[in-house]
């Protein structure tokens, strides 16, 4: 649930800021940026020289430090995340988030969030093109071999039966299979907070969120998405 609320509260700044924030002239490096799970933070910020200017280190009690960057809106960069056996290449991301334990020398950042926009070149989009774009997201997850990542507590659902659970009252939205094609009149079903839990292999998952919402100000629909990318010894922290 917290971090539920951390995601809501992140996507209402967003909001404000596309609002009100005016295309800043900020000069963005031509490369991408590239992240390997498991990295340090040393090893992160030394891989991206050319994104110095956007590193963001959070520090919070207890020593921690989530470790990142954050963007200015419409100049968000593609992020290149690498794992074991693939990676992944995200267009418009506007934030990277990474838990790093400043009582450990040389954390390894075993799990990395990363929030970003399909419209990140303009504000708004509608329902019917985020839809076709995340089927489309989905489409490359499955084409890059990730599955449904059922746990053994889970009920055991077929990916149609996945669906009427998690849309049902009483049900819950984790455990809606993401290889279940969708229609849109369903897409509209969803929880404006839907998750869904893929893993890749047997050492490394991944969460899905969206945060669906209309600016109060302009009526213009938003979707944030948000991906924790992450080994399976967080399972088990």
């Known amino acids: 649930m ?34 390997s799970l498991n990295m340090t933070a040393k090893d992160l910020y030394g891989a991206n020289p050319e994104y110095k200017a956007f590193q963001e280190a959070d520090a919070q009690p207890m020593g921690v430090t989530f470790q990142g960057y954050d963007f200015p809106r419409y100049k968000e960069p593609t992020v290149i995340i690498k794992y074991p056996n693939g990676e992944l290449s995200i267009d418009g991301v506007m934030s990277v988030l990474a838990y790093d334990d400043n009582k450990q020398a040389n954390y390894k950042l075993s799990k990395v969030n990363l929030g970003f926009l399909f419209n990140h070149k303009v504000s708004g989009i509608s329902d019917e093109d985020a839809y076709q774009k995340m089927m489309s997201f989905f489409k490359e997850l499955q084409d890059k071999g990730w599955t449904y990542a059922k746990s053994l507590s889970e009920p055991r659902l077929s990916p149609k039966d996945s669906f009427t659970f998690a849309t049902k009252e009483g049900g819950s939205d984790f455990n809606l299979d993401y290889t279940y094609p969708l229609n849109f009149e369903q897409w509209m079903q969803l929880s404006d907070l839907q998750i869904w839990q893929l893993r890749h292999g047997t050492d490394v998952f991944m969460n899905i969120r969206i945060n669906r919402q ?19 010894l967080e399972l088990i922290r």
């Open 2 to 35: 917290l971090k539920r609320l951390r995601f809501i509260t992140s996507f209402f700044i967003i909001l404000i800021a596309t609002s009100c924030q005016a295309k800043t002239k900020v000069n963005m490096p031509d490369k991408s940026l590239e992240i």
């Open 214 to 232: 209309s600016d109060p100000e302009t009526g213009n629909r938003h979707y944030l998405i948000s991906l924790d990318i992450f080994d399976e």
